[in-house]
T-cell receptor
Framework: KNEVEQSPQNLTAQEGEFITINCSYS?????LHWLQQHPGGGIVSLFM???GKKKHGRLIATINIQEKHSSLHITASHPRDSAVYIC??????????FGTGTRLTIIP | EAQVTQNPRYLITVTGKKLTVTCSQN?????MSWYRQDPGLGLRQIYY???????DKGDVPEGYKVSRKEKRNFPLILESPSPNQTSLYFC????????????FGQGTRLTVV
């Protein structure tokens, strides 16, 4: 069964802390997305990964295909990073399966 | 500006009254998809389309229809809405599936009474 699991479900941290959100999946995938959803509800794509590592500003995403695991890191976290972060995987058949999300709160 | 546009943003309707939520993208993307988001269940895929006239079921297709007559448009049709279809709906596109980042519409909050 195609499954995507995220951890933690909720994360509260102080401004400036290094943040890690984890995503694991059950079987081989063709690609994995990291998404950000702000309280207003809109969804923004942060990264699409099929291997290795990508970096945009303070955000870094990595994927380990052998271990079926991906991580999203935020360096020097800021209150504006507070959002729900969602990973989603393409299990090769073009369908997309989502994790349940990680609610991140950064306290000033 | 590259975007995916959904309409309407908010909709309250009654059980059984057919409705259509429109989705349009201006990026010439092949792949388009519909999702619903419910508290505690997260995002789930309803239908997707790999290209014009090619559609396929996602994980929760029951009660929904879609069509892809043009590359830019991918409407979601609820022929006979029921209260359990009350949800937040998102349309997204990418080119092609899993090869590029996805662009999401603003969301449509549907309430069926």
């Amino acid at each position: 069964k195609n499954e995507v699991e995220q951890s933690p479900q909720n994360l509260t941290a102080q401004e400036g802390e290094f943040i890690t959100i984890n995503c694991s999946y059950s079987v081989g995938i063709s690609a994995l997305h990291w998404l950000q959803q702000h309280p207003g509800g809109g969804i923004v794509s942060l990264f699409m990964l099929s291997s290795g590592k990508k970096k945009h500003g303070r955000l870094i995403a990595t994927i380990n295909i052998q271990e079926k695991h991906s991580s999203l890191h935020i360096t020097a976290s800021h209150p504006r990073d507070s959002a729900v972060y969602i990973c989603a995987a393409h299990f090769g058949n073009e369908k997309l399966t989502f994790g349940t999300g990680t609610r991140l709160t950064i306290i000033p | 500006e590259a975007q995916v546009t959904q309409n309407p943003r908010y909709l309250i309707t009654v059980t059984g009254k057919k409705l259509t939520v429109t989705c349009s993208q201006n990026m010439n993307h092949e792949y388009m998809s519909w999702y619903r988001q419910d508290p505690g269940l997260g995002l789930r895929q309803i239908y997707y389309s790999m290209n014009v006239e090619v559609t396929d079921k996602g994980d929760v297709p029951e009660g929904y229809k879609v069509s892809r007559k043009e590359k830019r448009n991918f409407p979601l049709i609820l022929e006979s809405p029921s209260p359990n279809q009350t949800s937040l709906y998102f349309c997204a596109s990418s080119s092609p599936a899993g090869r590029t980042e996805a662009f999401f519409g603003q969301g449509t909050r549907l309430t069926v009474v």
